[in-house]
């Protein structure tokens, strides 16, 4: 896709609460080349991240080439998908748009504040959404969300799935498909999540006080059950009885519900070690300290929250540090890494044990899945790449529309 000139730029305004802190911005920049871009954001208020503040995830390191709006946002304390921006309409008013993406669910609130004031102010730009849902809810809940789809899909110009399940549920509700495109929502920083060789891999565990010697398997995100954690511990415990000559050990990092539970357990086992979590900037480090990566998780099929993994971006972080990533079959982790003999069937402990003995056998196999796994993150999620497919796409969707108003334009003429 050829680059666009500032005046022959696009104005594209995007809109997601994932936009306040910096890091998660970091896509916007090489987008920027394609569109003149204005993003609306939380602003920074007293929310968390983690279990950390989340103005300590706020550290720009560049120069942006957007404009960056904070809002307030309605509830204060609400959830990503219940609350309304203030001052919404007077960005929309003062501003041309010719695209409008809002990240977030089909049901959330912003989504259809946005396309009201959209519709109303600027009728003629093209409203888009991006959307991670995969699963179909059951029951009354279903039937609800169900006629949010339909109405979703007669109200959206075009639509982004981060996954193949999200584009399927579109689909089934009406999208079309030659309006929807499968991608990633954030890409991954290649200059920082980056391989390391064997003397910088003992510098970085000194500094996160990890043993230097050991063959480190690592675990990054949320400490809950849905990740697979208890699972992994076993198999961590039962790799290291059949290796003892190996010094496995086990690393995680993130804050959850299991956290206090780890960090005792750790007390007890000292092969096992529970990191605090610390900003996006700072993960590549743990990142690059790593001999194997392994995400877990399990859906949850039961109960209010029914969840299975939607992407996963702590694997494309691994595989672009040069890690070597395994994951289970839960969600949309194997699209996203990719290679099938890198995955093991969720929620089978003896599925993650087999799979981790393969690759622990054979150093030289280790190393070229993690090459093979790195070059393949690269080419489709650096920031880099990831603008290049959104750019394609939205372009597209650009020029659809100005055929079809054309053709139009030459029906109506005598």
Not at 359 to 379: F, G, I, K, P, V
Not at 399 to 413: E, I, Y
Request: proline residues 6%; aromatic residues 10%.
């Amino acid at each position: 896709m050829k680059l666009q000139t500032p005046d022959q730029k696009p104005s594209l305004l995007m809109i997601g609460h994932m936009y306040a802190t910096a890091f998660n911005r970091r896509k916007l920049n090489p987008l920027a080349a394609f569109f003149k871009i204005t993003c609306v954001t939380w602003d920074l208020g007293s929310g968390t991240l983690f279990g950390r503040p989340l103005a300590e995830f706020e550290q720009e390191d560049h120069l942006p080439e957007y404009q960056l709006i904070r809002l307030p946002r309605w509830p204060r304390e609400s959830t990503h998908t219940r609350y309304f921006h203030s001052f919404l309409s007077d960005v929309l008013t003062k501003q041309h748009f010719d695209l409008i993406l809002v990240d977030s669910e089909p049901w959330s609130f912003i989504r259809w504040q946005t396309w009201a004031l959209a519709r109303l102010i600027q009728p003629k730009c093209l409203f888009g959404e991006f959307s991670w849902e995969n699963i179909e809810r059951p029951g009354l809940k279903g039937g609800i969300l169900s006629i949010i789809y339909r109405l979703a899909a007669k109200t959206h110009d075009f639509s982004i799935s981060g996954n193949a399940a999200c584009r399927k549920i579109f689909l089934k509700y009406g999208a079309k498909p030659e309006t929807n495109l499968i991608a990633a929502q954030l890409g991954v920083e290649s200059r920082e999540f980056r391989s390391a060789d064997s003397d910088e891999k003992v510098k970085l565990r000194c500094e996160l006080e990890l043993p230097t010697n050991a063959f480190l398997i690592g675990y990054c995100g949320r400490l809950t059950d849905s990740k697979g954690l208890p699972e992994l511990i076993l198999a961590a415990e039962h790799l290291r009885s059949c290796y003892p000559n190996k010094l496995i050990h086990l690393a995680m990092l993130g804050h959850g519900d299991m956290s206090e539970k780890l960090v005792i357990y750790a007390a007890s086992n000292p092969w096992l070690h529970v990191l605090k979590p610390r900003p996006h900037r700072d993960v590549a480090i743990f990142m690059r300290s790593l001999d194997l990566f392994v995400l877990a998780s399990k859906p949850v099929s039961s109960g209010p929250d029914l969840w299975e993994e939607q992407f996963g971006h702590v694997l494309i972080e691994a595989m672009a540090a040069g890690v070597p990533t395994l994951g289970s079959s839960s969600g949309a982790i194997p699209e996203v890494i990719g290679m099938p003999e890198a995955i093991f069937a969720h929620s089978n402990l003896q599925s993650l044990i087999t799979i981790m003995t393969r690759w622990l056998q054979n150093d030289h196999e280790l190393r070229a899945l993690a090459d093979h796994q790195r070059q393949r993150t690269l080419s489709l999620y650096s920031h880099e790449s990831l603008a290049q497919i959104w750019a394609d796409f939205l372009l597209s969707q650009l020029n659809a529309s100005k055929r079809v108003l054309n053709n139009k334009a030459t029906d109506c003429l005598p």
